[in-house]
């Protein structure tokens, strides 16, 4: 499997454990649903302009594919040295996403485990066979060209 695979991959899993997410709340208030909607849609958004907007390689070598196009549609910013402001936004939006839909999970314990479980997997995936092999050599997690990408 090479990194864009598996790119493709955590992506897929963060969609299915946002579902997770949409689908508890959904059990208890649509407006929750609407609100937990919304904070994926900007977290995407400042995810995506943040961090991924200052990556070298959104355009053509993003291994998260969807991602790296979306970064492409936002406005453009040089790539450089990532800033505090450049993680504190990246890591904001990821722990919102995270955290939003928890108080509607601790009342489905077996539906928080699958959703804190698929998000591990994903971060995992990212962080052990995405960000090894990326060519983005400003970016702390890639360890480029320590490892030979695939």
């Known amino acids: ?10 992506m897929a899993l963060f969609t299915v ?5 949409l689908a508890i709340t959904a059990r208890h208030s ?16 400042g995810i995506a302009y ?11 070598h993003c291994s998260h ?3 790296g196009k979306m970064a492409d549609w936002l406005p453009q910013r040089p790539p450089g ?14 722990v919102a996403v995270f955290v939003y839909p928890l ?8 539906w928080l485990a699958a ?7 994903a971060t995992l995936d990212i962080l052990l066979a995405v960000c090894p092999r990326c060519k983005n050599t400003r970016c702390p997690a890639a360890r480029w060209p320590a490892r030979k990408r695939e």
């Open 50 to 60: 943040t961090y991924c907007g200052k990556c070298a390689c959104r355009t053509r």
């Open 17 to 21: 454990a946002v579902f997770v997410g």
């Open 1 to 10: 499997m090479t990194y864009r695979h598996h790119g493709l991959t955590s």
């Open 115 to 121: 959703y804190t479980g698929i998000f591990l997997i």
């Open 81 to 94: 040295p990532y800033t505090r402001g450049d993680y504190a936004g990246m890591l904001l939006s990821a």
């Open 65 to 67: 594919f969807v991602i």
């Open 103 to 110: 108080p509607w999970l601790w009342a489905a314990p077996v």
């Open 30 to 45: 649509w407006l929750a649903t609407a609100g937990y909607v919304a904070i994926n849609i900007v977290a995407a958004l």
